[in-house]
């Protein structure tokens, strides 16, 4: 995926891009060169349909293969941020279901961030960097159209993947450097909703003046991107001599997807629910979707094969490959996977994040659970048991999962619990992701056995459960922290595996919550500054809309 952008990225883009980044903070280049001998004029991308394809396919290599530490140009390296695994990864260790095992992330394990914490700038700049790129296409294949270089209705989906991939990077920010929607109703300072290309110096000082609005219109503005793109991408991808659909490039049911958990994030269940009914058919097990095929894997297992494999459960991931992704300190199978794991061709994972004891013992993770089993298994080093949803530690190859079909039934089950109009269904819904995990009679939910507050409460824990290691545990947290019944009150407390005794197999015990002691790493109530991240230093110093707006404690 890299050649898309050394050898078709647009110089100019390119070179005012970055302008504009080291405008707002984002990075501290120079760039002299206005016409690099590997790189083609946008004039010449846009004037042939198979450059703007590649044009195309660079925004979703830049939302795959972000870079870690921007600002010091001798020290770049691909981290997979945003969506190639920085997003799994940060947004479980701001939460309380994995165990920071090698101090890798400690920073935001801790609750130790300040506007310089380089894993902040990044997700800042690299998700920005991410719209600004889809921004610059979206005017690009907008203007190819016009001169008939490519149709009409190819405009129209190209523009539908890039506005999913700008509402998906807009949302990543807004749920780490905004209040929830839920606080004051979505009138909380927002973050900046950059929709104009930054290819030219009016476009970089468009950029500049944009404030940070309100959470309300960041929703407002996501959605109506989403809107586009449903009405304007196809049901299902298909790859040259592929044997199955795409699920690594956008398509109507993974903006509808999308949408669905924004609206779940802003607690309108009315219309989350209208979108879930878009994406599932049925009122019992086996509940599938009428558009783009999606249906549940039998098993947790089934539903990740391993490396690049797909199955039917996944609606959108984000693509890696053995020449093209986070590398050892970011991919997935060595994040989340065993350190010594045979099943891996002999070169092991990193067991970075492992389960916490917080999420083992917990009293509704049962013990026959085969997610227990099938999913995790003790660590060959570290004293702690860790994930086995990514097994291809030897070449990282494994797709970042964004979007699963599970996700999708959980979301509706919430939602339709949440709205009071149908707890029988939304139990169905419940169970038909639990049980193909929950295999005894004892530890299923028996039909009328949950409604009202305590199904909603199984069907947050059940997400716990089902999502460790998928980066969910965050947006969770943060849109729940306000609710008056289900709140977490905030970043709850930690086990910390870089304190002698929080974190060993001894803690590692079904239900048994004597053995655990107490989390070193406190709980940061939902009042606190720490709740939030800053806005990058660099930016605030060098943006002047922004100079004003930064997040109260900074």
């Not at 961030?113 to 907008?142: D, L």
Request: aromatic share 8%.
């Amino acid at each position: 995926m890299k050649n898309f952008l050394t050898v078709f990225a647009p110089s100019r883009q390119r070179v005012l891009a970055l302008a504009f980044l080291s405008t707002l903070g984002l990075s501290s280049c120079e760039v002299t060169d206005l016409q690099p001998k590997n790189q083609l004029s946008e004039a010449a991308v846009y004037n042939d349909p198979a450059r703007i394809a590649l044009a195309v396919a660079g925004v979703y290599n830049a939302a795959q293969s972000g870079f870690y530490d921007p600002l010091n140009g001798s020290a770049l390296a691909v981290r997979g941020y945003p969506f190639g695994a920085a997003a799994n990864a940060l947004d479980d260790a701001r939460g309380e279901d994995v165990s920071d095992m090698a101090g890798f992330f400690g920073i935001v394990f801790q609750n130790q961030i300040t506007p310089s914490s380089p894993n902040v700038v990044n997700m800042w700049s690299n998700c920005y960097a991410v719209i600004n790129q889809a921004n610059v296409t979206i005017e690009g294949v907008r203007q190819a159209a016009a001169a008939g270089v490519i149709t009409a209705a190819e405009a129209q989906v190209y523009e539908g993947e890039l506005r999913f991939l700008r509402a998906l990077s807009h949302h990543e920010l807004v749920i780490h450097f905004s209040r929830p929607y839920t606080d004051k109703n979505g009138s909380n300072p927002g973050v900046p909703y950059r929709e104009v290309a930054a290819n030219t110096i009016a476009g970089i000082t468009t950029g500049r003046e944009v404030g940070r609005g309100t959470v309300a219109e960041v929703y407002t503005k996501m959605l109506a991107d989403l809107d586009f793109a449903e009405s304007n991408l196809p049901a299902t991808r298909t790859i040259s001599g592929a044997a199955a659909p795409s699920v690594t490039r956008a398509t109507k049911g993974a903006a509808i997807a999308l949408k669905q958990r924004l609206r779940l994030h802003q607690a309108n269940w009315t219309a989350a629910v209208a979108e879930g009914n878009k994406l599932i058919s049925g009122t019992s097990a086996p509940f599938t979707s009428p558009i783009g095929n999606y249906a549940l894997a039998a098993t947790q297992r089934a539903a990740f094969p391993g490396g690049t494999g797909v199955t039917a459960e996944n609606v959108f991931s984000v693509e890696n490959r053995s020449d093209d992704n986070p590398g050892v300190n970011g991919a997935l199978a060595n994040v989340y996977g065993s350190s010594a794991t045979p099943a891996n061709g002999g070169i092991n994972g990193r067991a970075l994040l492992a389960v916490s004891p917080n999420l083992y013992n917990a009293p509704f993770f049962t013990c026959g659970d085969l997610r227990r089993t099938a999913m995790m298994q003790q660590d060959g080093v570290r004293p702690a048991y860790v994930l086995r949803k990514y097994t291809d530690a030897a070449t990282s190859s494994d797709f970042a999962p964004i979007i699963r079909y599970a996700e999708v039934l959980l979301n509706q089950a919430e939602a339709i619990a949440r709205a009071g109009t149908n707890d029988a269904l939304a139990l169905q819904l419940l169970n038909a992701v639990r049980n193909r995990s929950v295999t005894t009679a004892a530890d299923q939910y028996a039909a009328g056995s949950l409604t009202g507050t305590a199904l909603i409460r199984a069907i947050l824990d059940e997400r716990r459960i089902e999502f460790v290691g998928e980066g969910k545990r965050w947006g969770d947290i943060s849109r729940l922290s306000p609710d008056p019944t289900y709140s977490p009150g905030g970043i709850p407390a930690k086990f910390s595996g870089l304190v002698s005794g929080q974190v060993t197999l001894a803690r590692y015990a079904c239900n048994n919550t004597t053995v655990l002691a107490t989390p070193s790493v406190t709980a940061v109530p939902y009042s606190s500054t720490l709740f939030l991240w800053p806005i990058p230093a660099i930016e605030v110093a060098n943006n002047p809309t922004l100079a004003s707006q930064q997040n109260p404690g900074y």
